[in-house]
């Protein structure tokens, strides 16, 4: 069975509207954080998981798919007759990043504060194991959110958590999750929770590993594709004509050809021209993030712009305040790696660069 959709922003449909009908204390948080209208994404996949059916969603990111599998979550185990004893877990939802988990984790949080007796626990490395152990041995657990190492780690040190009635399972970027190498880890996760459960499977590109956890892990799927509706140059295209693209959207795709000697140039020039914006900028490597970040605050020229390194051998807390510095400016470079490139809501975002440059090219 498959869904399709155009991804154009918001649609006319209210989630007030949705059928199964959401519960008040769902709409009420959805109103107080300013979501009344769905997204594509939203529209197609929110009924379906709220009516037991597994899903294996196609739609790029920006689409609005946390909400689109934090809101049935939320709808399913509130549906639970008898509130959750404190070691049973009820829901799972698995992403490839901290920093994604992290924001996951935060959306999720004003929903699941409304369900009674209820504790959901964010489970990421770069913190000390033993806490997370502590923590969950003394105030329990009902619903997990984390990265597929950190959360296989736990089930493997922790016997006191029970998954035996577990009613949903997320993955959220499948195919970061399986190009990162989480394969086994999530396999291992996966065989030790029940057949009979929903399970949301989420993912920017649907990859041929992607498709073979789908077998593995769904029950007879409804495929969902999400794209945004272009014309030949990028305009919206009237649905008689439509072609449809992964690329969300509203954005403005451009690149720039020169020979390998040129590229930190070129960069230093694209920088300078737009130091009042808003940039990410994604490098190769760990090491090119540090080199830029030494290089780039001593040029006259970029004086007083506020530069911001991000990667995955930095430690916990240092992600964590780079990525939530960046998010609160206003204009400012973030200089990272893959280790944001998927899911995470930075607002006011003016560029982002794939620069294609690494150490040696400076």
């Excluded at 499948?174 to 929770?193: E, H, N």
């Excluded at 021209?273 to 490597?285: G, H, V, W």
């Excluded at 990667?311 to 240092?318: D, F, N, T």
Aim: with cysteine; aromatic share 6%; hydrophobic share 40%.
């Amino acid at each position: 069975m498959a869904a399709s959709s155009a991804n154009k922003g918001l649609t006319t449909q209210r989630f007030s509207e949705l059928e199964p009908s959401l519960s008040k204390k769902t709409l009420d948080v959805l109103d107080t954080c300013g979501f009344h209208f769905c997204t594509p994404v939203q529209r197609a996949t929110i009924p379906l998981l709220c009516s037991y059916k597994d899903v294996a969603v196609d739609a790029a990111t920006g689409s609005g798919k946390t909400l689109a599998f934090i809101v049935p979550v939320i709808e399913i185990l509130r549906r639970i007759s008898e509130p959750p004893k404190p070691h049973q877990v009820l829901g799972i939802i698995i992403s490839p990043t901290r920093e994604l988990s992290t924001q996951i984790y935060h959306v999720a949080e004003p929903f699941s504060s409304t369900l009674p007796n209820f504790k959901a626990a964010l489970l990421v490395g770069g913190s000390n194991i033993k806490l997370d152990v502590e923590k969950i041995e003394d105030e329990g657990a009902n619903l997990l959110i984390g990265t597929p190492g950190r959360l296989f780690d736990i089930m493997e040190r922790l016997d006191v958590l029970d998954f035996r009635n577990l009613e949903i399972l997320i993955l959220d970027e499948a195919d970061r999750l399986l190009d990162m190498g989480f394969q086994k880890q999530i396999t291992s996760i996966m065989s030790r929770l029940p057949k009979l459960r929903r399970t949301g499977l989420f993912s920017a590109t649907q990859t041929e590993a992607v498709e073979e956890l789908s077998r593995a892990g769904l029950r007879n799927p409804v495929s969902i594709n999400v794209r945004a509706e272009v014309k030949a140059h990028g305009e919206l295209a009237p649905s008689a004509n439509a072609s449809f693209s992964k690329t969300p959207f509203g954005l403005h795709i451009e690149y720039l050809e020169c020979e390998a000697d040129e590229k930190p140039s070129q960069l230093v020039h694209f920088l300078s021209e737009n130091s009042f914006k808003k940039i990410i900028i994604y490098f190769m490597t760990c090491a090119c993030v540090d080199y830029w970040g030494a290089v780039l605050p001593q040029l006259g020229t970029l004086k007083g712009c506020t530069l911001i390194p991000l990667h995955g051998r930095m430690k916990q807390i240092v992600r964590e305040k780079a990525l939530a510095s960046f998010t609160a400016l206003s204009n400012g470079i973030l200089l990272c790696t893959d280790v944001a490139a998927r899911g995470l809501d930075i607002p006011g975002v003016d560029w982002i660069v794939q620069s294609g440059t690494n150490c040696k090219d400076g």
